[in-house]
């Protein structure tokens, strides 16, 4: 059974950022950028088990989705809903962003 997936609202900021971001360096990387975000949501919808547990905070599952930009979710079995909670670049503080 496909789960739904939500990006939280911190989720649709940090994209909207970092399309704007990559905009300022390249026309294609923005798209590139969206079009592997799209593809993991498909994935995650399908199979939100599939990717591993963040070790500090095992609430949250994490995949790196485009280049150093990682995306943290969490699973709700009972509504079978994946919130994609933060869309994050790897040298960002994650840790105290996750809390």
Same mark, same amino acid.
């Given at each position: 059974? &496909?789960?739904? #997936?939500?990006?939280?609202? /911190? &989720?649709? %900021?940090?994209?909207?950022? =970092?399309?704007?971001?990559?905009?300022? *360096?390249?026309?294609? &990387?923005?798209?590139? +950028?969206?079009?592997?975000?799209?593809? /993991?949501?498909? !994935? !995650?919808?399908?199979?939100? %088990? =599939? *990717? &591993?547990?963040?070790?500090?905070?095992?609430?949250?599952?994490? #995949?790196? #989705?485009?280049?150093s930009y990682?995306? +943290?979710?969490? #699973?709700?079995?009972? %509504?079978? !809903?994946?919130?994609? /909670?933060r869309i994050?670049?790897?040298?960002? %503080? =994650?840790?105290? =962003?996750?809390?």
């Open positions: 059974m &496909a789960y739904r #997936v939500v990006p939280s609202v /911190y &989720a649709k %900021d940090d994209k909207n950022s =970092i399309v704007t971001y990559l905009s300022q *360096f390249s026309v294609g &990387a923005p798209v590139k +950028f969206k079009n592997e975000l799209k593809r /993991y949501f498909r !994935i !995650i919808g399908q199979t939100p %088990d =599939i *990717f &591993a547990k963040y070790n500090t905070n095992p609430n949250f599952r994490h #995949v790196v #989705v485009y280049g990682v995306m +943290f979710y969490k #699973v709700n079995e009972t %509504d079978k !809903i994946v919130q994609v /909670y994050l670049h790897g040298a960002q %503080d =994650i840790e105290r =962003i996750l809390k």
